[in-house]
């Protein structure tokens, strides 16, 4: 699953990356944030692909009646089985209308070895932000009549890279190649295109390194530190399973 992630880069860089305009200027670096902390994420959403758009990462369906309900099922819609999503009731609405781009430098995935978690990031060999697919919603507090944007990134079983790392749950966010973005966005997409998109990335361009088991501490969040490649466990098995 994908619960961590990161964006770090500057948003002129992002804009000319995803020929995209964010719609607020304002950009906080986020080192390793947590998607139970439902930050407000810069996203490109289908109906307009050419801004990035800020939206709270846990999606809230739009049929959602009370505050206590959408506090409680944003917990569970971090992340999104592709191949579930299309029958859920928390997903099918969005899945065809209203996917996304999740613009990211990286994402963070638990190793199991010997009973414990070792996180490692993951992130382009090159260093280029890059998209992870999602689907988003729309939902009116019926208190206030405040509308809130929310989203949920995309999983489909793990491969390559992302099967060695993420060996338990063996399961890896849907990454959008860069040539497919505007596709991707395109709501008219039959479901076999959808997934074919989704299955085409090569893992070829993707690295990772283990780091600090502090990214699993809300309280660090931020803080460049969670991204230090020289972090070593003292374990080969984990230290050196990248290049093994």
Known sequence: MCFTMSLVKER?????????????????SAYGVSGFSHPLWPIIPSEDPRTVRRANWGLIPFWVKTREEAAKIRNMTLNARLETAWKLPSFRSSIGPRRCLAVVDGFFEPHRYGGKSYPFFIYRRDRRPFALGGLYDRWKDPATG?????????????????ERIHNEKLRMPVIIPREQYQQWLDVCLEKGHVESIAASASMDEFTAHPVGPMIYSRKQEGDPSLLQKQWKYGIPSVDELISS
């Not at 020929?19 to 950009?27: Q, T, V, Y």
């Not at 405040?146 to 992302?162: E, G, H, I, K």
Request: aromatic letters at 12%; a negative charge; glycine letters at 0%.
């Open 146 to 162: 405040r509308q809130y944007a929310s989203f949920s990134v995309l999983t489909v079983p793990a491969r390559d890279l992302l």
């Open 12 to 28: 002129q860089e992002l804009e000319a990356e995803f020929a995209a305009l964010f719609e607020e200027l304002s950009l906080t």
